[in-house]
């Protein structure tokens, strides 16, 4: 038998398709092994094969190919440097967050915001909750900070790779204390991309990581994070979860366990400090004019004096038990059934509940407070009017 003359042997790899760091999910990586040498005097070639190749010659190779998988990696970072200020009862309040999409697929997240605790700064320690429910929107327009009419998503739709969307927890505050601390958590879940509409939750990669994924699948059961486990990869397009545990530990899950490595799910933490106790604001604001017997405005015996009061609450905080009284001035007489409240004719008799006000033979009485049965709210009109005739 001849002996193969190998004069001239060397390998070359010859790649079809090319993966980096940001090529995308699903595509192809193949590249093909080629063997030039020279058999008694004849120079040959053979190329490889996944399954092995003994025949000589162009295409009779196969490439070694491969799908790159879908990698799930993203992050949630408060861009809060410190605890945001409010004030006790204050009905919008807002903690700011980022979600980036670090994969390499476009992807939706969904999202939610729980109370927590500890605080991750050290001096604001986590003593109160807001009022729940807590609310997380999705900034949508071009202007900074949560406007109500603008920021309306609810879910982050369709984050491309690399991609960053800005996220608001939105709160209002119960009765505190100035000092008083509450942590509050945004959790992002990721869920399927690419499609109108939201997508449907991520439960599980190919690698057996499981996504707790419970209060974002319309009540489903919530099941802890899994373990890796020896599953060989596929051909075919795989999941794979690669987002990185929590740094801190009021990080949180929706276990309300700290957020883990690889579970679909990544979350970081704000707090929302009170710096003033709200109080009530309240102004009545007194007018009067004068309607003479002639038409004009000459304050003569038989003129009517009109009275207006405007009842003004501000701030934030009702008022309970408000009742107005105004006497009747010296030297003038009231006119029956002149008393309105909003332009609405009151009865002059104590006889609630048909109205809540009277003229008692020496004053005008109204009860905003329907006999303390109704808080007043700020921002609610109360325009009380009467009158008077000069004697």
């Given at each position: 038998?001849?002996?193969?003359?190998f004069?001239?042997?060397?390998?070359?790899?010859?790649?079809?398709?090319?993966?980096?760091?940001?090529?995308?999910a699903?595509?192809?990586?193949?590249?093909?092994?080629?063997?030039?040498?020279?058999?008694?005097?004849?120079?040959?070639?053979q190329?490889?094969?996944p399954?092995?190749?003994?025949?000589?010659?162009?295409g009779?190779?196969?490439?070694?190919?491969?799908?790159?998988?879908?990698?799930?990696?993203?992050s949630?970072?408060?861009?809060?440097?410190?605890?945001?200020?409010?004030?006790?009862?204050?009905?919008?309040?807002?903690l700011?967050?980022t979600?980036t999409?670090?994969?390499?697929?476009?992807?939706?997240?969904?999202?939610?915001?729980?109370?927590?605790?500890?605080?991750?700064?050290?001096?604001?320690?986590?003593s109160?909750?807001?009022?729940?429910?807590?609310q997380?929107?999705?900034?949508?327009?071009?202007?900074?900070g949560?406007?109500?009419?603008?920021?309306?998503?609810l879910?982050?739709?369709?984050?491309?790779?690399?991609?960053?969307?800005?996220?608001?927890?939105?709160?209002?505050m119960?009765?505190?204390?100035?000092?008083?601390a509450?942590?509050?958590?945004?959790?992002?879940?990721?869920?399927?991309g690419?499609?109108a509409?939201?997508?449907?939750?991520i439960?599980?990669?190919?690698?057996?990581?499981i996504?707790?994924?419970?209060?974002?699948?319309?009540?489903?059961v919530?099941?802890l994070?899994g373990?890796?486990?020896?599953?060989?990869?596929?051909?075919?397009?795989?999941?794979?979860?690669?987002?990185p545990?929590?740094?801190?530990p009021?990080?949180?899950?929706?276990?309300?366990?700290?957020?883990?490595?690889?579970?679909?799910?990544?979350?970081?933490?704000?707090?929302?400090?009170?710096?003033?106790?709200?109080?009530?604001?309240?102004?009545?604001?007194?007018t009067v004019?004068?309607?003479?017997?002639?038409g004009?405005?000459?304050?003569?015996?038989?003129?009517?004096?009109?009275y207006?009061?405007?009842?003004?609450?501000?701030?934030?905080?009702?008022?309970?038990?408000?009742?107005?009284?105004?006497a009747?001035?010296?030297?003038?007489t009231?006119?029956?059934?002149?008393?309105?409240?909003?332009?609405a004719?009151?009865?002059?008799?104590a006889?609630?509940?048909?109205?809540?006000?009277?003229?008692?033979g020496?004053?005008?009485?109204?009860?905003?407070?329907?006999?303390?049965t109704?808080?007043?709210?700020?921002?609610?009109?109360?325009?009380?009017t009467?009158?008077?005739?000069?004697d």
């Amino acid at each position: 038998m001849r002996s193969l003359d190998f004069r001239a042997l060397f390998l070359s790899f010859l790649c079809l398709n090319s993966s980096s760091a940001f090529s995308a999910a699903g595509d192809i990586i193949s590249n093909t092994a080629t063997i030039d040498f020279v058999y008694q005097g004849i120079p040959l070639i053979q190329e490889s094969s996944p399954t092995g190749n003994t025949l000589t010659g162009v295409g009779n190779g196969m490439p070694t190919s491969f799908t790159e998988d879908r990698l799930i990696n993203f992050s949630v970072v408060s861009t809060d440097a410190a605890a945001i200020n409010v004030s006790s009862l204050q009905s919008i309040a807002f903690l700011t967050f980022t979600v980036t999409n670090s994969g390499n697929a476009v992807q939706d997240f969904l999202l939610t915001a729980v109370n927590t605790s500890p605080s991750p700064f050290v001096a604001n320690v986590d003593s109160f909750d807001p009022v729940s429910p807590l609310q997380v929107f999705v900034e949508e327009g071009s202007n900074a900070g949560y406007l109500l009419a603008e920021d309306t998503a609810l879910f982050i739709d369709d984050l491309v790779v690399g991609a960053t969307a800005t996220v608001y927890v939105v709160a209002t505050m119960p009765v505190t204390i100035v000092g008083d601390a509450a942590a509050v958590a945004l959790v992002a879940q990721v869920a399927e991309g690419g499609a109108a509409g939201q997508g449907v939750v991520i439960t599980n990669d190919n690698n057996g990581f499981i996504s707790p994924a419970g209060v974002y699948s319309n009540g489903g059961v919530s099941v802890l994070a899994g373990t890796s486990n020896s599953i060989a990869n596929t051909p075919g397009l795989e999941t794979v979860f690669n987002d990185p545990a929590a740094l801190n530990p009021e990080d949180v899950d929706s276990n309300a366990v700290q957020d883990i490595r690889a579970n679909g799910q990544h979350s970081d933490t704000g707090v929302f400090l009170v710096q003033a106790v709200a109080v009530p604001f309240l102004a009545l604001n007194k007018t009067v004019t004068v309607i003479d017997t002639l038409g004009g405005t000459d304050p003569h015996a038989g003129a009517t004096l009109r009275y207006q009061i405007d009842v003004v609450i501000g701030g934030v905080i009702n008022i309970n038990n408000l009742v107005i009284t105004d006497a009747v001035p010296a030297n003038t007489t009231y006119v029956a059934s002149s008393l309105l409240l909003n332009g609405a004719v009151q009865t002059d008799t104590a006889d609630a509940p048909t109205d809540y006000s009277e003229f008692n033979g020496n004053d005008i009485v109204v009860d905003l407070s329907q006999g303390g049965t109704v808080s007043v709210a700020p921002a609610t009109p109360n325009l009380i009017t009467f009158d008077v005739t000069i004697d």
